[in-house]
Protein backbone atom coordinates (compact mmCIF):
# COMPACT_ATOMS: atom_id res chain seq x y z
CA UNK A 1 0.00 0.00 0.00
CA UNK A 2 1.37 3.49 -0.42
CA UNK A 3 1.65 5.99 2.10
CA UNK A 4 -0.05 9.12 1.36
CA UNK A 5 2.87 11.48 2.97
CA UNK A 6 4.45 10.37 0.10
CA UNK A 7 2.83 11.74 -2.69
CA UNK A 8 3.50 15.65 -4.45
CA UNK A 9 0.59 17.40 -4.88
CA UNK A 10 0.09 16.08 -8.23
CA UNK A 11 0.74 12.79 -7.61
CA UNK A 12 -2.30 12.69 -5.59
CA UNK A 13 -5.04 14.72 -8.26
CA UNK A 14 -3.48 11.53 -10.47
CA UNK A 15 -4.22 9.34 -7.62
CA UNK A 16 -8.01 10.66 -7.37
CA UNK A 17 -9.17 10.83 -11.12
CA UNK A 18 -7.52 7.07 -11.37
CA UNK A 19 -10.23 6.50 -8.15
CA UNK A 20 -13.16 8.43 -10.17
CA UNK A 21 -12.58 11.00 -7.57
CA UNK A 22 -12.59 14.69 -8.19
CA UNK A 23 -8.64 16.76 -8.39
CA UNK A 24 -9.97 19.12 -5.75
CA UNK A 25 -10.27 16.20 -3.08
CA UNK A 26 -6.32 16.06 -3.49
CA UNK A 27 -6.06 19.60 -2.04
CA UNK A 28 -9.07 19.17 0.45
CA UNK A 29 -6.91 15.77 1.96
CA UNK A 30 -3.42 18.03 1.81
CA UNK A 31 -5.53 20.00 4.55
CA UNK A 32 -6.58 18.04 6.43
CA UNK A 33 -2.93 16.37 6.56
CA UNK A 34 -0.51 19.05 6.77
CA UNK A 35 -2.92 22.12 8.30
CA UNK A 36 -5.29 19.76 10.60
CA UNK A 37 -2.78 17.33 11.11
CA UNK A 38 -5.19 14.59 10.74
CA UNK A 39 -4.12 11.16 11.70
CA UNK A 40 -6.77 9.23 9.51
CA UNK A 41 -8.76 9.70 6.83
CA UNK A 42 -11.84 8.93 8.92
CA UNK A 43 -12.05 12.57 10.56
CA UNK A 44 -11.83 13.83 7.21
CA UNK A 45 -15.54 14.74 7.19
CA UNK A 46 -15.82 16.85 3.91
CA UNK A 47 -15.04 14.41 1.62
CA UNK A 48 -17.51 11.33 0.29
CA UNK A 49 -17.56 8.35 2.60
CA UNK A 50 -17.25 6.58 -0.50
CA UNK A 51 -14.13 8.07 -0.95
CA UNK A 52 -12.79 7.45 2.76
CA UNK A 53 -13.13 4.01 2.19
CA UNK A 54 -10.92 3.67 -0.97
CA UNK A 55 -8.57 6.01 0.94
CA UNK A 56 -8.19 2.93 3.80
CA UNK A 57 -8.07 0.64 1.23
CA UNK A 58 -5.28 1.67 -0.85
CA UNK A 59 -3.60 4.38 1.26
CA UNK A 60 -1.71 4.14 4.58
CA UNK A 61 -0.71 7.40 6.86
CA UNK A 62 2.11 6.67 8.69
CA UNK A 63 4.78 8.35 10.37
CA UNK A 64 7.42 7.34 12.63
CA UNK A 65 6.29 7.08 16.54
CA UNK A 66 7.47 9.51 18.99
CA UNK A 67 9.37 7.01 21.58
CA UNK A 68 11.24 9.83 23.97
CA UNK A 69 11.59 13.07 23.65
CA UNK A 70 14.61 14.71 25.41
CA UNK A 71 14.25 18.96 26.29
CA UNK A 72 17.38 20.67 26.72
CA UNK A 73 18.23 22.18 30.17
CA UNK A 74 18.33 25.93 27.92
CA UNK A 75 14.98 24.64 27.10
CA UNK A 76 15.60 25.94 23.61
CA UNK A 77 16.68 22.51 22.13
CA UNK A 78 14.20 19.23 21.48
CA UNK A 79 15.29 15.97 21.22
CA UNK A 80 13.12 13.21 19.34
CA UNK A 81 13.63 9.46 19.06
CA UNK A 82 11.35 8.04 17.25
CA UNK A 83 10.61 4.68 16.06
CA UNK A 84 9.73 3.16 12.24
CA UNK A 85 7.34 0.59 12.02
CA UNK A 86 9.96 -1.84 11.39
CA UNK A 87 11.28 -0.89 14.94
CA UNK A 88 14.33 0.71 14.01
CA UNK A 89 15.38 4.13 15.87
CA UNK A 90 15.88 7.48 14.50
CA UNK A 91 16.53 11.03 15.89
CA UNK A 92 16.10 14.67 15.19
CA UNK A 93 16.40 17.40 16.42
CA UNK A 94 14.23 20.81 17.13
CA UNK A 95 15.91 23.99 17.46
CA UNK A 96 14.11 27.26 18.76
CA UNK A 97 16.13 30.35 18.08
CA UNK A 98 15.10 33.89 19.02
CA UNK A 99 13.82 34.71 15.65
CA UNK A 100 12.48 30.97 14.39
CA UNK A 101 12.47 27.29 14.93
CA UNK A 102 15.12 25.21 12.90
CA UNK A 103 14.21 21.16 12.81
CA UNK A 104 17.41 18.82 12.09
CA UNK A 105 16.37 15.98 10.24
CA UNK A 106 17.61 12.74 9.53
CA UNK A 107 18.04 10.69 6.40
CA UNK A 108 18.97 7.69 7.09
CA UNK A 109 19.44 5.55 10.19
CA UNK A 110 22.72 5.21 10.62
CA UNK A 111 25.82 6.04 7.73
CA UNK A 112 27.67 4.27 6.07
CA UNK A 113 30.69 6.67 5.46
CA UNK A 114 32.58 6.28 9.04
CA UNK A 115 33.78 9.78 9.97
CA UNK A 116 36.21 9.51 12.39
CA UNK A 117 34.37 11.96 14.87
CA UNK A 118 30.60 11.53 14.37
CA UNK A 119 29.06 8.73 16.57
CA UNK A 120 26.30 8.03 13.74
CA UNK A 121 29.23 7.21 11.80
CA UNK A 122 30.34 4.97 14.39
CA UNK A 123 27.15 2.95 14.63
CA UNK A 124 27.29 1.90 10.94
CA UNK A 125 24.84 1.44 8.06
CA UNK A 126 21.16 0.30 9.03
CA UNK A 127 19.10 1.90 6.34
CA UNK A 128 17.68 4.39 4.00
CA UNK A 129 14.73 6.64 5.14
CA UNK A 130 11.50 6.61 2.92
CA UNK A 131 10.94 10.19 2.40
CA UNK A 132 7.75 9.28 4.93
CA UNK A 133 9.79 8.98 8.06
CA UNK A 134 11.94 12.00 6.87
CA UNK A 135 8.76 14.35 7.00
CA UNK A 136 7.34 12.79 9.90
CA UNK A 137 10.39 13.69 12.00
CA UNK A 138 8.65 17.32 11.00
CA UNK A 139 5.11 16.16 12.04
CA UNK A 140 6.67 15.30 15.46
CA UNK A 141 8.21 18.71 15.98
CA UNK A 142 5.43 20.89 15.13
CA UNK A 143 3.08 20.46 18.27
CA UNK A 144 6.49 21.84 20.28
CA UNK A 145 6.92 24.95 17.75
CA UNK A 146 6.09 28.46 20.00
CA UNK A 147 3.18 29.98 18.65
CA UNK A 148 3.06 33.68 17.82
CA UNK A 149 4.51 35.41 14.76
CA UNK A 150 7.07 32.77 14.25
CA UNK A 151 4.43 29.83 14.65
CA UNK A 152 4.62 27.01 11.30
CA UNK A 153 7.67 28.99 10.38
CA UNK A 154 10.59 26.69 10.31
CA UNK A 155 13.89 25.99 8.53
CA UNK A 156 15.07 22.27 7.89
CA UNK A 157 18.70 21.12 8.03
CA UNK A 158 19.30 17.63 6.44
CA UNK A 159 21.84 17.71 8.96
CA UNK A 160 20.97 14.52 11.36
CA UNK A 161 21.71 11.13 11.24
CA UNK A 162 22.85 9.88 7.87
CA UNK A 163 24.48 11.43 4.20
CA UNK A 164 21.21 12.69 2.59
CA UNK A 165 22.77 12.62 -1.03
CA UNK A 166 23.36 8.74 -0.46
CA UNK A 167 19.86 8.28 -0.01
CA UNK A 168 19.24 10.90 -2.95
CA UNK A 169 15.61 9.62 -4.46
CA UNK A 170 14.09 9.92 -0.76
CA UNK A 171 15.67 13.17 0.15
CA UNK A 172 14.42 14.49 -3.30
CA UNK A 173 10.91 13.91 -2.20
CA UNK A 174 11.10 14.45 1.15
CA UNK A 175 12.11 17.86 0.26
CA UNK A 176 9.39 18.15 -2.63
CA UNK A 177 6.71 17.78 0.46
CA UNK A 178 8.41 20.10 2.13
CA UNK A 179 8.24 22.91 -0.16
CA UNK A 180 5.35 21.81 -1.89
CA UNK A 181 2.75 24.64 -1.28
CA UNK A 182 -0.44 22.32 -0.31
CA UNK A 183 1.97 20.55 2.15
CA UNK A 184 4.50 22.01 4.56
CA UNK A 185 5.02 25.16 1.72
CA UNK A 186 8.56 26.13 3.06
CA UNK A 187 10.25 27.65 0.19
CA UNK A 188 13.46 25.87 -0.58
CA UNK A 189 16.07 28.86 0.55
CA UNK A 190 14.82 27.72 4.27
CA UNK A 191 16.35 23.96 3.18
CA UNK A 192 19.97 23.48 4.08
CA UNK A 193 21.19 20.32 2.66
CA UNK A 194 24.71 18.95 4.46
CA UNK A 195 26.85 16.74 3.17
CA UNK A 196 30.34 15.18 3.72
CA UNK A 197 30.79 15.24 -0.18
CA UNK A 198 28.89 13.13 -1.96
CA UNK A 199 29.94 14.46 -5.47
CA UNK A 200 27.19 12.88 -7.95
CA UNK A 201 24.41 13.88 -5.55
CA UNK A 202 25.31 17.39 -5.79
CA UNK A 203 25.41 16.80 -9.65
CA UNK A 204 21.77 15.21 -9.31
CA UNK A 205 20.74 18.61 -7.70
CA UNK A 206 21.70 20.63 -10.45
CA UNK A 207 20.46 18.18 -13.44
CA UNK A 208 17.07 18.37 -10.85
CA UNK A 209 16.77 21.84 -10.87
CA UNK A 210 17.54 21.77 -6.47
CA UNK A 211 18.33 25.00 -5.38
CA UNK A 212 18.68 24.57 -1.62
CA UNK A 213 21.64 25.78 0.85
CA UNK A 214 24.58 23.87 0.12
CA UNK A 215 26.64 22.91 3.16
CA UNK A 216 29.79 20.51 2.47
CA UNK A 217 31.78 19.09 5.53
CA UNK A 218 34.96 20.03 4.78
CA UNK A 219 36.81 19.37 7.98
CA UNK A 220 40.29 19.62 6.24
CA UNK A 221 42.25 21.50 3.57
CA UNK A 222 44.12 18.29 2.28
CA UNK A 223 43.46 14.91 1.62
CA UNK A 224 46.20 13.40 3.37
CA UNK A 225 44.29 14.52 6.57
CA UNK A 226 40.61 14.57 5.12
CA UNK A 227 41.23 10.53 3.81
CA UNK A 228 41.63 10.09 7.59
CA UNK A 229 38.31 12.08 9.13
CA UNK A 230 36.11 12.11 6.39
CA UNK A 231 36.70 8.51 4.33
CA UNK A 232 34.52 9.26 1.70
CA UNK A 233 37.53 11.74 0.48
CA UNK A 234 39.43 8.73 -0.53
CA UNK A 235 36.82 8.48 -3.78
CA UNK A 236 35.71 11.94 -4.40
CA UNK A 237 38.84 13.68 -3.75
CA UNK A 238 39.39 17.54 -2.56
CA UNK A 239 40.21 18.55 -5.78
CA UNK A 240 36.73 17.25 -7.40
CA UNK A 241 34.91 18.27 -4.38
CA UNK A 242 35.96 21.85 -5.44
CA UNK A 243 34.77 21.38 -8.93
CA UNK A 244 31.29 20.46 -7.73
CA UNK A 245 30.62 23.05 -5.14
CA UNK A 246 31.84 25.76 -8.24
CA UNK A 247 28.92 23.97 -10.39
CA UNK A 248 25.88 23.97 -8.19
CA UNK A 249 27.29 27.97 -7.14
CA UNK A 250 27.37 28.64 -10.47
CA UNK A 251 23.74 26.44 -10.88
CA UNK A 252 21.98 28.07 -7.15
CA UNK A 253 24.29 31.86 -6.66
CA UNK A 254 23.84 31.56 -3.05
CA UNK A 255 26.68 31.10 -0.78
CA UNK A 256 28.37 27.70 -0.33
CA UNK A 257 28.96 26.89 3.62
CA UNK A 258 31.89 24.65 4.58
CA UNK A 259 31.81 23.16 7.90
CA UNK A 260 34.77 23.01 9.81
CA UNK A 261 34.94 20.71 13.09
CA UNK A 262 37.84 22.45 15.40
CA UNK A 263 39.32 19.17 16.08
CA UNK A 264 42.96 19.93 18.66
CA UNK A 265 46.50 19.46 16.47
CA UNK A 266 44.40 17.60 13.69
CA UNK A 267 42.95 20.09 11.61
CA UNK A 268 43.65 23.72 13.44
CA UNK A 269 47.48 24.71 12.67
CA UNK A 270 47.94 27.58 11.27
CA UNK A 271 49.13 26.08 8.43
CA UNK A 272 45.40 24.70 8.15
CA UNK A 273 44.47 27.98 8.24
CA UNK A 274 46.17 29.61 5.52
CA UNK A 275 45.43 26.91 3.47
CA UNK A 276 41.95 27.13 3.61
CA UNK A 277 42.66 30.96 2.76
CA UNK A 278 43.82 30.23 0.05
CA UNK A 279 41.64 27.53 -0.86
CA UNK A 280 38.91 29.92 -0.91
CA UNK A 281 39.92 32.70 -2.80
CA UNK A 282 41.00 30.53 -5.32
CA UNK A 283 37.74 28.83 -5.75
CA UNK A 284 36.32 32.49 -6.83
CA UNK A 285 32.75 31.73 -5.65
CA UNK A 286 30.92 32.91 -2.89
CA UNK A 287 31.16 31.12 0.20
CA UNK A 288 30.96 31.43 3.83
CA UNK A 289 32.81 28.91 6.75
CA UNK A 290 31.32 27.29 9.47
CA UNK A 291 33.69 26.35 11.99
CA UNK A 292 32.15 23.97 14.71
CA UNK A 293 33.42 23.35 17.83
CA UNK A 294 34.21 19.23 18.42
CA UNK A 295 31.64 17.87 20.53
CA UNK A 296 32.80 14.88 22.43
CA UNK A 297 31.78 11.31 21.45
CA UNK A 298 32.59 7.92 22.55
CA UNK A 299 35.29 6.95 19.87
CA UNK A 300 38.30 8.16 19.14
CA UNK A 301 41.08 10.74 20.91
CA UNK A 302 39.89 13.29 19.91
CA UNK A 303 40.00 16.68 22.21
CA UNK A 304 38.68 20.16 20.75
CA UNK A 305 40.36 23.30 19.84
CA UNK A 306 40.92 26.06 22.63
CA UNK A 307 38.51 29.39 22.25
CA UNK A 308 41.76 30.74 21.58
CA UNK A 309 42.17 28.94 18.11
CA UNK A 310 39.20 29.25 17.33
CA UNK A 311 38.63 33.01 17.62
CA UNK A 312 42.01 33.11 16.31
CA UNK A 313 40.50 31.04 13.24
CA UNK A 314 37.44 33.45 13.16
CA UNK A 315 39.65 36.67 13.21
CA UNK A 316 41.73 35.98 10.76
CA UNK A 317 38.80 34.27 8.08
CA UNK A 318 36.78 38.00 8.81
CA UNK A 319 40.08 39.64 8.31
CA UNK A 320 40.54 38.10 4.91
CA UNK A 321 37.22 38.64 3.73
CA UNK A 322 35.52 35.39 4.43
CA UNK A 323 32.09 35.65 6.12
CA UNK A 324 32.52 33.23 9.20
CA UNK A 325 30.31 32.27 12.26
CA UNK A 326 31.07 29.78 14.94
CA UNK A 327 28.12 27.27 15.23
CA UNK A 328 26.65 27.82 18.64
CA UNK A 329 26.24 24.26 19.95
CA UNK A 330 22.97 23.45 21.15
CA UNK A 331 21.74 20.52 22.85
CA UNK A 332 24.91 18.84 24.05
CA UNK A 333 23.47 18.00 27.60
CA UNK A 334 21.08 15.52 25.72
CA UNK A 335 23.65 14.57 23.23
CA UNK A 336 21.83 16.28 20.38
CA UNK A 337 24.43 18.60 19.18
CA UNK A 338 26.54 17.43 15.49
CA UNK A 339 27.83 14.37 15.43
CA UNK A 340 26.55 12.92 18.87
CA UNK A 341 22.94 11.67 16.98
CA UNK A 342 23.04 7.60 17.26
CA UNK A 343 19.90 6.42 17.45
CA UNK A 344 19.46 6.29 21.52
CA UNK A 345 22.57 4.42 21.78
CA UNK A 346 25.16 7.22 23.01
N1 LIG B 1 26.23 13.36 6.62
C1 LIG B 1 26.11 14.75 6.47
C2 LIG B 1 25.05 15.32 7.36
C3 LIG B 1 25.38 15.23 8.83
S1 LIG B 1 25.64 16.83 9.38
C4 LIG B 1 27.44 15.41 6.65
O1 LIG B 1 28.34 14.76 7.13
O2 LIG B 1 27.56 16.57 6.28
C5 LIG B 1 26.46 16.62 10.85
C6 LIG B 1 27.65 17.59 10.93
O3 LIG B 1 28.30 17.41 12.18
C7 LIG B 1 28.68 17.29 9.86
O4 LIG B 1 29.30 18.47 9.41
C8 LIG B 1 29.66 16.46 10.64
O5 LIG B 1 30.90 16.39 10.02
C9 LIG B 1 29.66 17.16 11.95
N2 LIG B 1 30.19 16.34 13.06
C10 LIG B 1 30.39 15.01 13.08
N3 LIG B 1 30.92 14.64 14.27
C11 LIG B 1 31.07 15.77 14.99
C12 LIG B 1 31.54 16.05 16.31
N4 LIG B 1 31.95 15.08 17.11
N5 LIG B 1 31.55 17.33 16.72
C13 LIG B 1 31.07 18.33 15.93
N6 LIG B 1 30.60 18.12 14.70
C14 LIG B 1 30.59 16.86 14.23
FE1 LIG C 1 27.87 10.10 8.14
FE2 LIG C 1 27.91 12.76 8.14
FE3 LIG C 1 28.54 11.37 10.37
FE4 LIG C 1 30.17 11.37 8.27
S1 LIG C 1 29.60 13.13 9.55
S2 LIG C 1 29.57 9.58 9.45
S3 LIG C 1 28.75 11.40 6.57
S4 LIG C 1 26.56 11.45 9.36
Not at 20 to 43: C, L, P, R, T
Not at 98 to 108: A, E, G, N, V
Not at 146 to 168: C, H
Not at 267 to 278: G, Q
Request: with cysteine; proline share 3%.
Amino acid sequence: MKNILELSKAELEKEMTGMSAKKFNASQIMEWIYIKHAGSFDVMSNLPLSLRELLNKYFVMEKPRVEQKLVSASKDTIKYLLKCSDGILVESVLMKHIDRHTICLSSQAGCAYGCAMCATGSMGFKRNLSAAEITGQVFAALPDMDSGEYSGKFNVVFMGMGEPLANYDNFKKAAGVLTEKKAFGISARRITVSTCGVVPGIENMIRDGLRFNLSVSLHAVNDRVRDMLVPVNKKYRLEKLFTACAKYFAFNPDPVTFEYVMIKSVNDREDDLKELIYIISDLKIDCKVNLIPYNRVNIKEFSASSQKTIDLWRETLEKEGVICSVRREMGADINAACGQLAGGMV
